[in-house]
């Protein structure tokens, strides 16, 4: 007798927890077990929503991420003349193999020496250094040219030059 009737209050529990759940204020079962059926189903209609935008923002970001790459052709040299053979470089590009060397391989071909430099590959491969030509008759654009060509860009508006690879010192 003390079963069936622990049963009865475990049932009419579970039924005012669906009614709360639910929003349905009816005293039959079978009403409340319906308003249960819709509420799940408006829930999984929810979450294949929430599903379908969450793939759509993953597309979008991989798409994001793939036009960012395709973008960055963060190549840059620029070169100021500070006095009569005297230049400030700054160049920056992408982290790769060497760009260091071909750099410097660059300067040594053109007789620049470096007088200081600051080297940074955090977000990329950056150098900043100030150069001092042996030979006064180089200019910026030929500098210019030197390094884009050592870290890889081809310059399409002029022809590649060539540089002696004597000093006059």
Do not use: P
């Not at 923002?57 to 070169?79: F, G, M, Q």
């Amino acid at each position: 007798m003390a079963c069936k009737v622990q049963k009865k209050i475990l049932l009419r529990r579970k039924l005012h927890i669906l009614r709360v759940l639910t929003n349905s204020y009816s005293a039959k079962r079978t009403t409340v077990a319906k308003s249960t059926v819709l509420c799940i189903y408006k829930l999984k209609l929810a979450l294949e929503t929430v599903k379908r935008e969450y793939e759509n923002l993953l597309a979008t970001r991989r798409e994001y991420i793939s036009l960012l790459n395709h973008v960055k052709d963060n190549k840059d040299v620029k070169i100021e003349k500070v006095r009569e053979g005297t230049f400030m470089v700054r160049v920056t590009c992408e982290k790769g193999s060497d760009k260091l060397v071909a750099i410097l391989e660059a300067f040594e071909e053109m007789c620049l020496n470096v007088q200081q430099a600051r080297v940074s590959c955090q977000n990329g491969f950056s150098l900043e250094a100030i150069a001092v030509a042996a030979d006064h008759t180089l200019d910026v654009t030929d500098v210019t040219v030197a390094l884009l060509k050592a870290i890889g860009k081809e310059d399409h508006e002029k022809d590649s030059q060539k540089f002696d690879n004597s000093c006059n010192l």
